[in-house]
């Protein structure tokens, strides 16, 4: 009995012994698949490495590029509840608001969240926003980088381009439209791990792959001062909205497409009305006034209804039913000649003419061209109406105010590409954005090519109505237009705004104006074609006032960009 201490330590030995190595049998033998697959589990990785968005890029004159649409590492700061102290919540809240110029209140209320280890405090940092941060080395506080949508020029031709979402999917305008061919493809990397989650063997990997970059038709320094003048159109007549669009009538190629106001697409998620990224150029329809008088003079050239001097004899009204159309402010012209009814804008002879063609002709050419479809421009959700209202067999009234461009709605893409039509000698043409895809080695990519231009009016017709959009900006009524040296072609609409459009149930129209001017230059050899479109011009009375001046101003901006020789 001496050793039964012993012998009981040792007993406790073996059978502790015994326990352990029937633990290791149950878990290395009985139980080992499990464990080695759970082993792997936690051993083996899966990394998907993110693909990189393609570019976007405008160009100049000599065809430069510059970024539009570019990727960068922007910093955002996030904060972990569970490491901030109670007594040090406020503090963190009041340093952050001055830092961020975001709300104490709701910085604090993020901190109380003591379970959570990531709560976002703010994105798409700027630097000074940085340095402040590391300067003041917060608890709780970090900062971490990521890779997102830049767009160095801010505001310039925002809703041209849309904007990339929070989830790397492309909203509005390009990003949108191109959207699948943009984000590229993702990668992914497989491999084994240690304990302390270094990687001790790579299975596999596939490279993420960047994608292809477009090059636009827009100039950046067309575009910048279209822009530009828009805003000092604010400035001085106070719209509500104004568009201005750029063509090349040959190809339909896009030069500028601006509008106001914009939106600076680094910061979409601060802007809480959505209707200021549509496209007012494509994505919202007006009715035109008197701009539209030259596509009722093509018919009746076209049809050899008329000629540029047919004589109409002005009485000052028409009367249709119990319904009576008058010139602007009332005015009575006696003998006039269809050339002159264009100059002068008489809507008692557009009423005329679209008599003397008829419904089904006056139908057939706003079809032809392109008013009852869309224009096919690459950019996201452009819309048109089909104007059923002016379908043959229709009331005469909506005819006879159709041709002076009130009771028809169109879009600004729609009438600049008509009046790109008579510019180029009659060709419909489809307007666009992009005129080069490329690839990481700067090879262009296969483009589908545009369907083979159909002929809408002939050469003859166009060339009469380019003489006659001559004569109306010779015209004392469209002085503010006309150039020194160069011959242009040009009209004006004033076109009262709907009820409805204003969001009104009622008929008729109010006191508002939208003012338009479209025309080309040089008028005998057409390089680009100008839209100018001005909603709600405050002291203006016609576009001749308010339109025609910054039509002037950037053709002879564009005349003077590309050294265009005079030839008047």
Do not use: C
């Not at 801010?154 to 381009?161: E, G, N, P």
């Not at 879009?411 to 180029?424: D, E, G, K, V």
């Not at 060709?427 to 090879?443: E, N």
């Not at 003012?515 to 680009?528: K, M, N, R, S």
């Amino acid at each position: 009995m001496k050793n039964w201490r012993i012998n009981l330590i040792f007993f406790f030995v073996f059978l502790f012994a015994f326990a352990i190595i029937g633990r290791l049998a149950y878990v290395q033998i009985l139980q080992g698949d499990f464990y080695r697959a759970l082993a792997r589990s936690q051993q083996k990785f899966f990394k998907e490495i993110k693909e990189e968005r393609g570019e976007i890029f405008l160009v100049d004159k000599n065809q430069n590029l510059r970024p539009l649409a570019i990727n960068r590492d922007w910093y955002f700061v996030f904060i972990s509840p569970a490491t901030i102290r109670e007594e040090e919540r406020r503090k963190i809240s009041e340093n952050l608001s001055q830092i961020l110029n975001l709300e104490k209140e709701a910085i604090l209320e993020k901190t109380k969240n003591e379970n959570s280890f990531f709560r976002i405090i703010k994105n798409r940092l700027s630097q000074e926003e940085v340095t402040k941060l590391k300067d003041a080395n917060l608890t709780g506080v970090y900062l971490r980088r990521e890779t997102l949508r830049y767009y160095p020029n801010d505001f310039l031709a925002s809703q041209v381009i849309g904007f990339v979402n929070n989830s790397g999917d492309g909203q509005y305008g390009l990003e949108g439209y191109y959207n699948e061919i943009l984000r590229g493809r993702s990668g992914k990397k497989t491999g084994i791990r240690d304990v302390w989650g270094r990687v001790i063997r790579l299975i596999s990997k596939t490279d993420n792959r960047k994608g292809p970059s477009l090059v636009l038709t827009i100039d950046y320094n067309i575009q910048w001062t279209a822009e530009r003048l828009l805003n000092e159109s604010h400035k001085k007549w106070d719209i509500e909205q104004g568009t201005i669009i750029v063509m090349e009538p040959h190809s339909g190629a896009i030069l500028a497409l601006a509008n106001f106001p914009n939106f600076n697409p680094n910061y979409f998620f601060r802007y809480n009305d959505l209707k200021i990224f549509k496209n007012p150029s494509t994505q919202k329809v007006f009715e035109p006034g008197s701009v539209f008088k030259p596509i009722v003079i093509a018919a009746g050239l076209n049809q050899r209804k008329i000629t540029p001097q047919t004589v109409y004899k002005d009485e000052g009204f028409i009367r249709i039913g119990n319904r009576f159309i008058r010139n602007f402010a009332r005015r009575i012209w006696g003998e006039q000649t269809i050339t002159q009814i264009l100059a002068k804008s008489i809507n008692t002879g557009t009423v005329f003419l679209q008599n003397k063609i008829g419904q089904e002709l006056f139908y057939k050419y706003i079809r032809k061209f392109g008013f009852l479809e869309p224009t096919k421009i690459d950019l996201q959700g452009e819309v048109y109406l089909r104007n059923r209202h002016l379908r043959p067999g229709s009331r005469e009234i909506n005819f006879a105010t159709a041709s002076f461009g009130q009771g028809i709605a169109i879009t600004p893409i729609q009438l600049i590409r008509s009046f790109a039509i008579i510019a180029n000698g009659g060709r419909a043409i489809r307007p666009h954005l992009v005129q080069r895809i490329i690839d990481q080695k700067d090879k262009d990519l296969k483009i589908q090519p545009l369907k083979p231009d159909k002929q809408i009016i002939s050469p003859k017709t166009a060339s009469q109505l380019t003489s006659m959009l001559v004569s109306a900006v010779d015209h004392k009524f469209l002085r503010r237009a006309q150039i020194s040296g160069y011959y242009v072609a040009g009209k004006t609409g004033t076109a009262n705004i709907p009820w409805s459009a204003l969001g009104q149930n009622r008929p008729g129209y109010s006191d508002k104006t939208i003012h338009t001017i479209v025309g080309f230059a040089p008028a005998l050899d057409p390089q680009f074609v100008i839209l100018v479109k001005l909603n709600q011009p405050l002291g203006a009375r016609t576009a001749s006032v308010s339109t025609a001046p910054i039509f002037r101003e950037l053709a002879k901006f564009i005349i003077n960009y590309w050294k265009l020789p005079p030839g008047r």
